[in-house]
């Protein structure tokens, strides 16, 4: 079982930045890919970015070069940090985990992905 609990959302203006976290715990083994998705009100949920257990990172092309994904293993902690953030950065972030290693942006998809958070609130003003 894993468990996985995001932390970090709010409100900011258009160009602010936030960080958010993703606490897990729970089996090691089953979040050897973890990732953010997001979703707007009337909107598919959708991919932001994924990380693999060595680090490496994977971005939509909506987000890659404003934001960054990062891991501390030792805390069982995920971060996504956001910079130059837009109105339409607005959504839910779900943090997401899988045993398997993903390694290409196409596989970031939802059912792809075996645990879920409950989802922490961003909300980008102009």
């Known amino acids: 079982q894993v468990q996985l609990v995001e932390s970090g959302g709010g409100s900011v203006q258009s160009g602010g930045s936030l960080r958010l976290s993703c606490a897990a715990s729970?089996?090691?083994?089953?979040?050897?890919?973890m990732a953010w998705f997001r979703q707007a009100p009337g909107k598919e949920r959708e991919g932001v970015g994924f990380?693999?257990?060595?680090?490496?990172?994977w971005y939509a092309d909506s987000v890659k070069g404003r934001f960054t994904i990062s891991r501390d293993n030792a805390k069982n902690t995920m971060y996504l940090e956001m910079n130059s953030l837009k109105p339409e950065d607005t959504a839910m972030y779900y943090c997401?985990?899988?045993?398997?290693?993903?390694?290409?942006?196409?596989?970031?998809?939802?059912?792809?992905?075996?645990?879920w958070g409950q989802g922490t609130q961003v909300t980008v003003s102009s």
């Open positions: 997401a985990a899988d045993g398997r290693w993903i390694a290409s942006i196409r596989s970031l998809v939802p059912q792809n992905f075996g645990h």
């Open positions: 990380i693999n257990g060595y680090g490496k990172t």
């Open positions: 729970g089996d090691t083994t089953s979040r050897n890919t």
